[in-house]
Nanobody, 115 residues
Framework: VQLVESGGGLVQSGGSLRLSCAAS????????MRWYRQAPGKERELVAD????????TYVDSVLGRFTMSRDNAKTTVYLQMNSLKPEDTAVYYC?????????WGQGTQVTVSS
């Protein structure tokens, strides 16, 4: 299993970023995918997840209405569109899937939102 995130960066408050996670090594189209984030000094938290067919995405309350998770099964890639970013969104964002009883993670991509 390989998960490779990209798209992070530095953005001003109110700005937007689009994260991508390219997946390989497993049956992507059958897998629930997740985005987590971890801010300095805080525990890793689940931000969003999406069903295998992409019909349903769920979000943590703090990002509802601002973030949108989607997937392209043909490209084996998931996305996280982040709008109206706030300084409290600053964190390392990780892509995740669970297969065969194990959690798999990407290397993470840093998102920094300046006020």
């Amino acid at each position: 299993v390989q998960l490779v995130e990209s798209g992070g960066g530095l953005v001003q408050s109110g700005g937007s970023l689009r994260l991508s996670c390219a997946a390989s090594g497993f049956t992507f189209s059958r897998s629930v995918m997740r985005w987590y984030r971890q801010a300095p000094g805080k525990e890793r938290e689940l931000v969003a997840d999406i069903t295998s067919a992409g019909a349903t995405a769920t979000y943590v309350d703090s990002v509802l209405g601002r973030f949108t998770m989607s997937r392209d099964n043909a490209k084996t890639t998931v996305y996280l569109q982040m709008n109206s970013l706030k300084p409290e969104d600053t964190a390392v964002y990780y892509c995740n899937t669970r297969r065969w009883g194990n959690d798999y993670w990407g290397q993470g991509t840093q998102v920094t939102v300046s006020s």
